[in-house]
């Protein structure tokens, strides 16, 4: 007997947007049903085994690699599939949303690879996530472009060949999609909407174009969400009639948990894998998160204190490079985020040379390629790798047989010096209201203080305000953090942006549900898992 055909998903409470029915037309709908109805309650059960472990890092205040799978780990035979073309050369990567001037700007970027970005970079309201598709739609078919309202300046796409190749990235796992849901009113997850719509529109296009449908997976905590994954990329080839293997997914090992199975999360999606990412926020995110009640040798300093060069932080990395080499991966460093001033040279001189410093000890460590998040960044990365690389397209044959990382030293927190300041405290206050006032105006990367921050850094703000309240932190200035304390520097905060931007766009902004969420967030006995969790309920359109 055949399967019954998947309910038909209803879109709620969405304002009808400008050619939606090119994105969400029925096969397309009857797709992200089927994929819905397969894979979501595989993925409700990953996210209870997350609390699980959660909850298990709380009793004994450790990890270690996992004894069960040690026989993938040891195994030497086993490799991922080889890069496709489009993918060999990935030195440097740019990143952003997917609103119409960055596509347009990031394609023809000079980067080798553009991560168009639905998660972290982008807030999820309806606009975003429709119009998001429709201008990857037309990239592809070279239908887009773009005028500058203000100096009318229009921006049209290159040549096809100086192009970027698109890795997207869908939002992760405990994310819903509350404008589609299934007969029974259950929202359809997030990342398969994202997933769904892009390949079921795009993979064949691709294809004739010479590239593929390729993804970056963000959030993942375990190898079982990879081989989640796996199985959503299998049914979906299958389904549409595109060669098993099409599909590359680079993992991004964002949460200290999966930094314990990047092996293992290799192995699971090893048909599909291209390789493995190293970011900073999200990472120290998740280390304050999982460890937040573990005392204090697992507080964490300000967080621009906390380099990739700290010990915890090289364990990390060079872990990961060695991981994907030994396994035929790329191994992708993280994000340059600076964002050049246009007044200020020397700003911009100093913030260069970081950059530069950066870069070249990803380029010397065995890194493939790295991140940046502005186009004037690009040529400064390309000329690390450049040097290093040379005409090769990636450095995988650096194997790192000399790193060895115990499991202790990816959690040696305490072996770092600085300390958490009340600057610290204030940046932290800043970063954290100016973000989440853009984001629920749905603006999901935002220019601050000539950084351009995304989810992942108002995640480690609000923790780390969090963390240094319940380990009762005192500053470098002689005074304990207290949820008091936050309170006045929020006030403060609250008052000084409302003197620097005037009464009228003060009020015409979102300013005090930022503050009030952003306290809520960082104060609450109850740690809430993401902050965009409680900010999607608070998120018009």
Not at 235 to 255: M, S
């Amino acid at each position: 007997m055949s399967a019954p055909a998947p309910s038909p998903l209803a879109i709620v409470d969405a304002e009808p947007l400008p050619r939606q029915e090119e994105v969400l037309s029925e096969t397309a709908l009857a797709f992200l049903a089927e994929l819905h109805r397969r894979f979501t309650p595989r993925r409700d059960e990953l996210l209870a085994r997350r609390a699980e472990r959660r909850a298990e890092i709380a009793r004994t205040s450790t990890l270690d690699f996992l004894p069960e799978t040690a026989a993938i780990r040891a195994d030497d035979s086993w490799k991922v599939a080889p890069a496709p073309p489009a993918l060999e050369d990935r030195r440097v990567e740019i990143t952003g949303p997917t609103d119409r001037k960055m596509t347009v700007n990031a394609l023809n970027s000079g980067a080798r690879v553009w991560l168009a970005d639905f998660e972290d970079a982008s807030a999820p309201t309806w606009e975003n996530v429709v119009t998001g598709q429709l201008n990857l739609i037309d990239a592809y078919t070279r239908g887009i472009d773009f005028t500058d309202e203000r100096t009318g300046k229009t921006y049209a796409l290159r040549p096809d060949e100086e192009l970027a190749t698109v890795v997207m990235r869908p939002r992760g796992w405990h994310l819903d999609e509350r404008h589609l849901t299934d007969a029974g009113g259950t929202a359809v997850p997030g990342a398969l909407v994202d997933f769904g719509l892009y390949f079921f529109h795009n993979a064949k296009r691709l294809l004739d174009l010479g590239k593929g449908p390729y993804f970056y997976l963000p959030k993942t905590e375990s190898h079982l969400e990879a081989r989640l994954w796996n199985d959503v990329f299998v049914f979906a080839q299958d389904y549409l009639g595109v060669p098993r293997g099409t599909v590359r997914a680079t993992v991004l090992i964002e949460t200290i948990t999966a930094a314990y199975e990047m092996e293992e999360i290799l192995y699971e999606l090893r048909d599909h894998a291209s390789g493995l990412n190293a970011g900073r926020w999200d990472y120290l995110f998740s280390i304050v998160k999982n460890f937040r009640d573990a005392g204090p040798g697992f507080v964490l300093p300000d967080r621009n204190a906390v380099t990739m060069t700290a010990p915890f932080m090289r364990a990390y990395t060079e872990l990961l490079v060695r991981t994907c080499h030994r396994r035929g991966a790329h191994a992708i460093g993280g994000m340059a985020a600076f964002i050049p001033s246009r007044r200020d040279e020397e700003v911009n001189k100093v913030a260069f040379e970081k950059v530069k410093a950066d870069k070249d000890r990803e380029a010397n460590d065995g890194f493939d390629g790295s991140w940046v998040a502005h186009p004037d960044l690009v040529p400064i990365a390309m000329d690390s790798f450049d040097r290093v690389l040379g005409d090769r397209p990636n450095q995988k044959d650096r194997l790192r047989e000399d790193v060895d990382v115990k499991a202790e030293d990816l959690i040696a927190v305490g072996s770092l010096d600085a300390r958490p300041t009340y600057a610290g405290l204030v940046n932290a206050v800043q970063v954290g209201i100016r973000y989440i006032e853009a984001w629920l105006r749905g603006l999901g990367a935002v220019a601050i203080f000539n950084l351009m921050e995304d989810a992942a850094t108002a995640e480690i703000s609000r923790s780390q305000i969090w963390q240094w309240i319940n380990a009762g932190v005192v500053l470098d200035n002689g005074e304990r953090v207290t949820a008091e304390l936050a309170r006045k520097v929020a006030a403060e905060e609250l008052a000084d942006i409302r003197a620097e931007i005037g009464e009228e766009a003060f009020a015409a902004g979102n300013w005090q549900q930022a503050h009030d969420l952003l306290l809520k967030v960082a104060l609450d006995e109850d740690y809430a898992d993401f902050l965009t969790l409680p900010a999607y309920q608070q998120l018009k359109g």
